[in-house]
């Protein structure tokens, strides 16, 4: 898997430059004089460029964070699961128990007995 860090602080630091164009144009524009309103206009292909940017550094870590969430455990995806009928730890323990047995088991032990299919005979 590839570091990420590059792609995304190139991301946050395109964001970041889009983030300051504005502010300055809204300093800009906001200080009431017609310089100010020019120098907020005379900003805007920054911006315009800033946010080609950001969004293309955007992409292009989105597609290397997608890209990189592929794993290669797809040869699982074409064979078939075990079949349960032949599972090993099915014989494992008795199915049938006498009661004097059954009772000498805790009771942790019982349980388990019961849910496995056990069953209690006299």
Not at 51 to 69: F, I
Not at 70 to 98: G, I, Q, R, W, Y
Request: proline letters at 7%.
């Amino acid at each position: 898997m590839p570091n990420l860090k590059p792609y995304y602080d190139a991301a946050l630091a395109a964001d970041a430059k889009v983030k300051q164009i504005l502010s300055e144009m809204d300093t800009a524009f906001n200080e009431g004089t017609d310089e100010g309103k020019k120098k907020a206009l005379d900003l805007r292909p920054a911006l315009e460029e800033a946010k080609t940017k950001a969004e293309e550094a955007n992409k292009l870590y989105a597609s290397m964070r997608d890209a990189s969430l592929v794993n290669d455990s797809s040869a699982a995806l074409f064979t078939t699961p075990p079949d349960p009928a032949n599972d090993p730890k099915k014989d494992e323990s008795p199915k049938v128990m006498k009661l004097s047995d059954f009772r000498a088991l805790t009771p942790k032990a019982r349980l388990a007995f019961s849910k496995a299919g056990g069953a209690v005979e006299d």
